[in-house]
């Protein structure tokens, strides 16, 4: 029995965060981005090159390293983009909790998707990392939590409501 690779990261590009499924232990592999999947065949063409097949559209991408931690620069057959890893590996914070000791901290809903869960009420206590609302989006169940303590300011996410990408779910002080 072949045991099939699943891996789950968050990704910014461009400014713009999306959640990003992938399947497979070796290529082709399928590609989940937001709701669409796709199908995926990559080669390695060069140093920083792959080739790509996705859905039979052939692409060639060019990734080097940024200067910051956890970005990259991007060209998909020469048009620029950057991109940061926000998953669960990532070296680079969300967008949301870069300047967080700076003011409010905005939970937002990383896609679209339906708030499952409500964890905490408006002017709750928190703690750094602890779970304040869980959206699920693509069959998974994606918590969000406080990047550091405060106290829970605003909370317009309810339950079994659906929530677009980028709504705001939560403000933390």
Do not use: C, W
């Amino acid at each position: 029995m072949t045991m099939v690779r699943r891996s789950r990261h968050e990704v910014e590009i461009d400014g713009r965060v999306r959640q990003v499924v992938v399947e497979g232990r070796d290529t082709p592999f399928t590609v989940a981005i937001d709701d669409r999947t796709r199908h995926v065949d990559a080669a390695r063409a060069g140093d920083n090159v792959l080739s790509l097949l996705v859905d039979g559209a052939s692409y060639e991408v060019v990734v080097r390293p940024a200067a910051a931690a956890g970005t990259f620069e991007v060209q998909i057959d020469g048009l620029p983009m950057k991109v940061a890893l926000n998953g669960p590996r990532r070296s680079q914070p969300l967008a949301s909790e870069r300047h967080a000791g700076d003011g409010p901290q905005r939970i937002v809903a990383p896609m679209p998707g339906k708030v499952v869960r409500v964890v905490v009420a408006p002017g709750d206590a928190v703690r750094a990392r602890q779970i304040l609302v869980v959206v699920e989006a693509m069959k998974m169940e994606n918590e969000l939590r406080a990047s550091r303590d405060g106290i829970v300011a605003e909370l317009p996410a309810r339950e079994g409501a659906s929530v677009d990408a980028g709504a705001l779910l939560a403000v933390v002080e």
